[in-house]
């Protein structure tokens, strides 16, 4: 398939399958953004989209914890 992106994942049940109903797929090929705790955080992005979310997920989403927030 020449995927360039590292980890992908292929459906056997096709359009049967219960996670075409859970994840909301109307069309192929469709993408999801997850983040490092297995939160969805983009769905379906184009190339310059997915540049777009990644540069605000890195550099500019505010990240205060429960404990750094105390001591602030």
Same mark, same amino acid.
Not at 7 to 36: C, M, Q, R
Not at 49 to 68: A, D, G, H, M, T
């Given at each position: 398939?020449?995927?360039?992106?590292?980890?992908?994942?292929?459906?056997?049940?096709?359009? +049967?399958?219960? @996670?075409?109903? /859970? !994840?909301?797929?109307?069309?192929?090929?469709?993408?999801?953004?997850?983040?490092?705790?297995?939160?969805?955080?983009?769905?379906?992005?184009?190339?310059?989209?997915? +540049?777009?979310? @990644?540069?605000? /997920? !890195?550099?500019?989403?505010?990240?205060?914890?429960?404990?750094?927030?105390?001591?602030?």
């Amino acid at each position: 398939d020449q995927l360039i992106w590292p980890l992908h994942a292929n459906e056997p049940k096709g359009w +049967n399958s219960p @996670l075409v109903s /859970l !994840y909301g797929v109307d069309g192929l090929p469709s993408t999801f953004l997850i983040n490092e705790n297995g939160v969805i955080v983009g769905i379906d992005l184009f190339e310059g989209q997915i +540049n777009k979310k @990644l540069q605000y /997920l !890195y550099f500019q989403q505010v990240r205060l914890y429960p404990s750094e927030a105390v001591t602030r």
